[in-house]
């Protein structure tokens, strides 16, 4: 029997773990939680605990057995939940903040660093739960430890919120507020979105949309490290050369992710929903996708031609990556946040990288503006526009944005923030400061656009 | 009969008895080696191999946990996966 592999393939795979930082980045279990509803809040939270902590029971060391056996490191194991606006409108009396706490106490109980799903879509409107939950956020982001938040204001279809994003620019205040000990982390958990995607395994994002089935397994790739290595040391190729060895690079990295989702899937008996095909950078050295448009041939992320190399480089790992598995979901783009990315914390701080370019960037790849710190006294009408801007963004391109903005409370331009571990270091970065306040007190819908028209 | 197959690397600076002390170890646990391939690369002594665990009363997470001692021992990096990684990654 032949041995079915070149050396150089199995040295390959071995090197992509060892020394580029390949691995999967987040398997995520969708849990839905529709049937935990009661109009007592006490026994929605007891449900809602007990439906986690057993359909997640054996999340973790599942995850850790094929970490093991396959030799690739799986860093994250997360749930995403219902939004909990449903879950919980049929509470009388009692606070959201209570149903934050029991998926804190769920999260830890099943060993997960994270739990999504703290969220309401409000894209055109508020239910009472809606309503009830986007008050409870702030103070939910600081009693919490693993609790993630998503507010979605915006869709093509539907149009912007105005009302949801004037609020939001004050929710992300007092969450800052609230956690101001600690640098504002509240708002790192914290994200509002236009357009969001249902089966997001990533966080800060992610949640269990109502389309999805009871259960379900989805999978985050991290490979910035292993196209940077592809790439690195080639001025001499042309670009269909140079997204060629992307595509190539982007399917193998993407096969990982369909092999341990169908693989986690199989062992915990629920179905493998989608992977999500975006390159998502850590703080570490050489696992940066700033690093990997400047390897393209810049000499700083945020110069001229950062738009245009990001775009291409979007594309191409999408292309790859495409092939590599049977159902692709999630944001499927690369990821550009700030605080999170070594490569791009170093051109902020070198005054390469402005917000305008980070805007700019966020048109042609996922997701958004993403884990950005400001000056504390940033007003909410700042934050509102801020948010306006990305939604519109993703309103007439068909895409996703998102804005998860850090106010720090007493930093200005020139301090930094560290939040540690996957969260990384924030520059506080300098934004506009003439007053949008009555835009954005006008109230009411910006009205879907004409290309929502589609049937 | 359903084979379960691991892919074996061993990497580290060229020596006597190798091969020898990872065949003895796999033997022992009832490991039948199906191919071997060895070569330098980037000056490293690279082995690799490609073992049917099914008859062994190892699961893949004990088998690493044997070899890696063993690595220890004769300065070695080794190595066990299951093979579906490297399937999926270079076989379409």
């Known amino acids: ?455 | 009969m359903e084979t379960k197959r691991v892919i074996v690397t061993v990497i580290g600076k060229d020596r006597v008895g190798i091969i020898a002390a990872v065949a003895k170890t796999l033997s022992e646990n009832q490991v039948n080696i199906l191919d071997i391939s060895q070569t330098i690369l980037q000056e490293f002594f690279t082995m690799m191999m490609i073992a049917d665990i099914s008859q062994s009363n190892l699961g893949i997470q004990e088998l690493q946990d044997i070899l890696t001692e063993l690595g220890q021992e004769i300065g070695m990096q080794i190595q066990a996966q299951h093979e579906d990684i490297f399937r999926f990654m270079h076989r379409i």
Not at chain 1, 379 to 392: F, G, K, M, P, R
Not at chain 1, 424 to 429: D, L
């Open chain 1, 1 to 455: 029997m032949a041995l079915n592999y070149t050396a150089e393939e199995i040295m390959q795979t071995i090197r992509m773990v060892q020394s580029e930082n390949l691995d999967i980045r987040t398997i995520t279990m969708g849990i839905s939680l529709r049937d935990c509803a009661h109009e007592d809040m006490a026994v929605c939270c007891r449900k809602v605990y007990d439906k986690i902590t057993r359909k997640a029971e054996k999340l973790v060391g599942t995850g850790e057995a094929i970490s093991r056996e396959y030799g690739i490191p799986i860093i994250n194991k997360r749930i995403a939940v219902t939004p909990i606006a449903m879950v919980g409108e049929s509470c009388i009396g009692g606070s959201f903040v209570d149903l934050a706490k029991a998926l804190d106490k769920a999260a830890a109980a099943t060993g997960v660093n994270f739990i999504g799903g703290f969220s309401a879509l409000v894209h055109k409107g508020y239910t009472n739960g809606d309503r009830r939950l986007i008050e409870a956020i702030p103070e939910a982001m600081a009693v919490t430890e693993r609790v993630c938040s998503s507010v979605n204001i915006g869709t093509t279809k539907a149009g912007i919120n105005m009302d949801a994003v004037a609020q939001m620019g004050h929710i992300i205040k007092a969450a800052a507020e609230l956690t101001k000990e600690r640098d504002a982390l509240g708002c790192a958990k914290l994200v509002v979105f236009c357009n969001v995607p249902e089966d997001n395994p990533f966080m800060a994002g992610a949640f269990h949309g109502i389309g999805e089935p009871e259960t379900v397994i989805n999978v985050g790739v991290s490979g910035p490290g292993v196209v940077l290595a592809a790439i690195r040391n080639h001025p001499e190729w042309d670009f269909s050369t140079l997204a060629s060895i992307i595509k190539r690079t982007a399917f193998k990295i993407t096969r990982m992710g369909e092999l341990v989702g169908r693989e986690a899937g199989k062992r915990l008996g629920v179905p493998f929903g989608i992977v999500d095909l975006s390159l998502a950078p850590t703080p570490d050295i050489g696992d940066s996708v700033a690093d990997i448009l400047e390897a393209m041939g810049l000499e700083r992320v945020g110069g001229h031609g950062t738009t245009a190399a990001l775009a291409m480089l979007n594309d191409a790992v999408k292309k790859g990556g495409a092939m590599a598995s049977s159902h692709v979901g999630g944001l499927s783009g690369a990821f550009i946040p700030v605080s999170e990315d070594a490569g791009m914390i170093r051109a902020v701080t070198e005054g390469a990288l402005s917000l305008d370019k980070l805007e700019a960037m966020t048109c042609v790849c996922s997701v958004g503006l993403d884990m950005f710190a400001v000056p504390g006294n940033t007003t909410a009408e700042v934050l509102s526009a801020i948010i306006a801007d990305e939604a519109a963004i993703g309103m007439i391109n068909k895409k996703t944005t998102a804005v998860r903005v850090i106010p720090v409370p007493g930093k200005t331009v020139g301090d930094q923030v560290e939040f540690g571990g996957l969260l990384g270091r924030a520059p506080i970065m300098a934004l506009h400061t003439y007053d949008p306040g009555v835009f954005i007190g006008r109230g009411g819908r910006i009205p879907a656009p004409i290309h929502a028209l589609t049937n």
